[in-house]
């Protein structure tokens, strides 16, 4: 569903951008490639008003403001790094990289992903997991704008395929709302034996400012404070915290404040100068994350 939503979203934008082209071309050059580049790249606008929000916001958070040089710097990592995700990986290559599961008792990774993403969005993982010999599950979690509880038995039906694969727990890497989406299946089946450790690239644990905006179900559970938030965290017990890694940055532009993304007695870890979808391929994290993965039978 959602890469088709994708698909029609970008094909719609280059539709727009080249009739706007075509049309003003021979009355005014300068016309017709400002209005493209306003069409095309539009969003970038959009991005730079999360960052003012987030520097604001962040200003009284334990983790501190970014300077205006790291901000800069993040929004263009995420303006070069969102058009691949969003209109390359995620509507038209969101099946490039397979699930992979090889028999050899290495540890094994489920991949899960966050609001408004697919399985294409962990590509540049799952390439380096298959170079590895490592396997792998990417899931996909729908319905798209549902609840994050109705995410579990598909968390849970990913982990059983890798855990049969390998013999081994899993190690779960999560992005953005997938970190919740995590939490509320290790919630469900209340054996922390079922995984190795779960990464939380940018999750929203205790809510982002920017869920207040959200009309959808899983973005109004996001919000600050949210009743939903609030439940997941009271059902926890809280040396659960002790399995979890959690990246956070001061320039990550949809969750924020920053310290919002870490979880009490959790192994939290600070990257600057780097924005939400950028924070999932910084090569810090990755590295990290893989020498985790490979830090047993590898």
């Given at each position: 569903m959602l890469a088709r939503l994708q698909q029609l979203v970008t094909l719609s934008l280059l539709v727009a951008a080249s009739c706007w082209l075509a049309a003003w071309w021979d009355n005014s050059a300068l016309v017709a490639l400002s209005g493209f580049v306003l069409i095309a790249l539009g969003y970038s606008l959009f991005l730079a008003l999360e960052f003012l929000a987030l520097h604001s916001l962040n200003r009284g958070d334990p983790a501190g403001p970014a300077c205006w040089g790291d901000l800069v710097r993040a929004w263009w990592g995420e303006?070069?790094?969102?058009?691949?995700?969003?209109?390359?990986?995620?509507?038209?290559?969101?099946?490039?990289?397979?699930?992979?599961?090889?028999?050899?008792?290495?540890?094994?990774?489920?991949?899960?992903?966050?609001?408004?993403?697919?399985?294409?969005?962990?590509?540049?993982?799952?390439?380096q997991l298959r170079a590895q010999n490592?396997?792998?599950?990417?899931?996909?979690?729908?319905?798209?704008?549902?609840?994050?509880?109705?995410?579990?038995?598909?968390?849970?039906?990913a982990v059983q395929r890798?855990?049969?694969?390998?013999?081994?727990?899993?190690?779960?890497?999560?992005?953005?709302?997938?970190?919740?989406?995590?939490?509320?299946?290790?919630r469900h089946v209340a054996n922390e034996g079922r995984v190795y450790r779960i990464v939380t690239i940018g999750t929203p644990?205790?809510?982002?400012?920017?869920?207040?905006?959200?009309?959808?179900?899983?973005?109004a559970q996001m919000q600050r404070a949210s009743a939903w938030l609030q439940q997941l965290g009271?059902?926890?017990?809280?040396?659960?915290y002790a399995l979890f890694t959690c990246w956070l940055s001061n320039c990550d532009n949809i969750v924020f404040p920053a310290s919002t993304a870490a979880l009490p007695g959790a192994d939290n870890c600070f990257v600057g100068g780097?924005?939400?979808?950028?924070?999932?391929?910084?090569?810090?994290?990755?590295?990290?994350?893989?020498?985790?993965?490979?830090?047993?039978?590898?």
């Open positions: 303006t070069r790094t969102a058009p691949r995700v969003f209109c390359w990986r995620q509507p038209f290559r969101s099946r490039a990289a397979p699930d992979f599961m090889p028999k050899n008792g290495r540890r094994g990774v489920v991949f899960v992903h966050g609001f408004i993403c697919n399985r294409g969005f962990w590509t540049p993982w799952m390439k490592h396997a792998y599950v990417a899931v996909d979690l729908e319905p798209v704008f549902g609840r994050i509880d109705d995410y579990v038995p598909i968390i849970e039906a890798v855990n049969e694969a390998t013999g081994l727990p899993p190690v779960l890497v999560c992005h953005s709302m997938g970190g919740l989406a995590a939490r509320a299946w290790l644990h205790f809510g982002t400012w920017l869920g207040r905006f959200s009309p959808a179900i899983n973005g009271s059902d926890e017990p809280a040396s659960r780097t924005g939400h979808v950028s924070l999932a391929f910084h090569p810090g994290v990755m590295a990290a994350t893989m020498a985790l993965i490979c830090a047993e039978r590898c």
